[in-house]
């Protein structure tokens, strides 16, 4: 069965850090880029990182300077390293295959078809 499986996700201190893993079954994530995505309930969905099948990062506005994004290949999973977080962090994240490069992402035009896979998603819940 081909899967994204997302985890990581949980309650943590406005300050404090997470990291979320985005892992594959039933097919290798080498050749794919990887995005992450995040979205509250009536708000559209927002682009926060993306790391391409090369190793090259990007970041949204929201994410600069505070998360990184990573993969390790070997363990078929991609990271979102999540540091100084704000309530405003507060959402479901979801990761997604593209087919490779981040363009969708980069390019700040995206749209379903541009992405194969997706998860179920994570909560993530940023409050004192």
């Known amino acids: 069965q081909v899967q994204l499986v997302e985890s990581g996700g949980g309650l943590v201190k406005p300050g404090g850090s997470l990291r979320l893993s985005c892992t594959a079954s039933?097919?290798?994530?080498?050749?794919?880029?990887i995005v992450w995505f995040r979205q509250v309930p009536g708000k559209g969905r927002e682009g926060v990182s993306c790391?391409?099948?090369?190793?090259?990062?990007y970041y949204g506005d929201s994410a600069k300077g505070r998360f990184t994004i990573s993969r390790d290949n070997a363990r078929n999973t991609v990271f979102l390293q999540m540091n100084r977080l704000e309530p405003e962090d507060t959402a479901v994240y979801y990761c997604?295959?593209?087919?490779?490069?981040?363009?969708?992402?980069?390019?700040?035009?995206?749209?379903?078809?541009?992405?194969?896979?997706w998860g179920q998603g994570t909560q993530v819940t940023v409050s004192s």
């Open positions: 997604a295959t593209d087919a490779g490069d981040c363009r969708p992402f980069y390019s700040g035009n995206y749209y379903e078809a541009d992405f194969s896979s």
């Open positions: 039933g097919f290798t994530l080498d050749y794919y880029g």
């Open positions: 790391i391409s099948n090369s190793g090259i990062t």
